[in-house]
């Protein structure tokens, strides 16, 4: 079973999940009430990361994660830390906060690099997109951090379709490829299907990062209506309250009979759903190295074509 890829068009081997870093490190001040820290609640600490680390390693996953956002760059500041010596992937993205201008960019890339303790950026993603924002400008200013050798691939995130072929086409001008765009993607958000971006990233040999592929834990089926998720986000938000728990118990129940015929949890059917696209490279949140190994763990067996298009069927509520 392969489990690297490149990413989008680049020369870079990547394995076909990666881990999501958004919870990790310590961060001071305002910014421990950050939403990486308050969406979901924190990470199980220092060691618990620097295991999730070494298990997702150890299980063949190479890409982190994380963005100059995270708790005002304190998850930025731990994958650094943790990835010192060790030959991984780490993606990042920018900006560290919402007053961004395209003449901003360089000294976001050298805050980036001062925060992971690296010389370049495997893969640097614009955060989201900006209406006050030229992306042509912008990707001319990424274009020349890639000649500098201070980017290796060139990714956007929270991109339309047609914002990610602006993206492209200027990108193309310089030679250059745009690798992937990151947007939200998982049985209960398919939004990528029917606006576009699944589409254009097919099209255009762009790889979609899916963010949030667990559905923010949804999709692991250990919550329900009676058991209802830690965070504040996940406390507040109306995809989280009693009756969509409830809706979406038959999704869980097909994950775990599914799961069963491989020995596989529902997260690893989650996740593995999303692997099948060859398109498509998960980036599951984890905060303690339990959850990494067990979402490693999707990397090791196959869904057949009937699985796939079952849970397609059940799912067709949040393909909207
Ligand atoms: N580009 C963007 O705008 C954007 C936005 C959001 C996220 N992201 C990226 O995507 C990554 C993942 O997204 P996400 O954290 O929002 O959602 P997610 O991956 O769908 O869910 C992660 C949460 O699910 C629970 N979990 C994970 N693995 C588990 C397992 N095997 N068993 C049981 N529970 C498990 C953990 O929380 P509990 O244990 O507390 O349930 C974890 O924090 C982030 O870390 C970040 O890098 C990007």
Excluded at 204 to 209: A, D, F, Q, V, Y
Aim: aromatic fraction near 8%.
């Amino acid at each position: 079973m392969e489990h690297k890829t490149l990413l989008g068009q680049s020369a870079l081997q990547v394995s076909r999940m990666g881990v999501g870093a958004m919870t990790w490190g310590d961060p001071k001040g305002l910014a421990r009430f950050h939403p990486a820290k308050t969406a979901y609640g924190g990470a199980d600490g220092f060691e618990e990361e620097q295991r999730a680390l070494e298990l997702s390693i150890e299980a063949g996953v190479n890409l982190f994660d994380t963005a100059a956002m995270y708790s005002g760059g304190a998850s930025e500041r731990r994958v650094g830390e943790l990835a010192r010596g060790k030959d991984i992937f780490i993606a990042t993205k920018y900006p560290s906060g919402f007053s961004f201008r395209v003449e901003d960019f360089p000294k976001e890339l050298e805050a980036s690099l001062a925060r992971l303790g690296r010389d370049s950026i495997d893969l640097y993603q614009h955060h989201f997109p900006n209406a006050r924002l030229s992306i042509p400008k912008l990707m001319g200013l990424v274009a020349d951090a890639v000649e500098a050798g201070k980017v290796k691939a060139v990714g956007v995130s929270n991109y339309s379709a047609e914002q990610m072929r602006e993206a492209h086409a200027a990108l193309a001008q310089r030679g250059i490829a745009l690798a992937s765009n990151q947007v939200e993607y998982s049985l209960l958000h398919r939004k990528p299907e029917v606006d576009g971006v699944l589409d254009a990233c097919r099209e255009l040999g762009i790889t979609l990062i899916a963010y949030s592929p667990l559905a923010g834990g949804r999709l692991t089926g250990k919550y329900s209506a009676h058991n209802r998720a830690g965070g504040f986000f996940r406390r507040i938000l109306p995809q989280y309250n009693r009756k969509a728990m409830d809706a979406l118990q038959p999704v869980v129940e097909l994950l775990r009979e599914i799961g069963e015929r491989y020995s596989k949890t529902p997260s690893q059917v989650a996740l593995r759903w999303l692997i099948e696209n060859p398109t498509v490279l998960p980036i599951p949140g984890a905060k303690n190295g339990k959850q990494a190994k067990d979402n490693a763990g999707a990397l090791t067996f196959s869904l057949t074509a009937d699985e796939i298009e079952s849970l397609n069927q059940l799912t067709l509520a949040w393909r909207v």
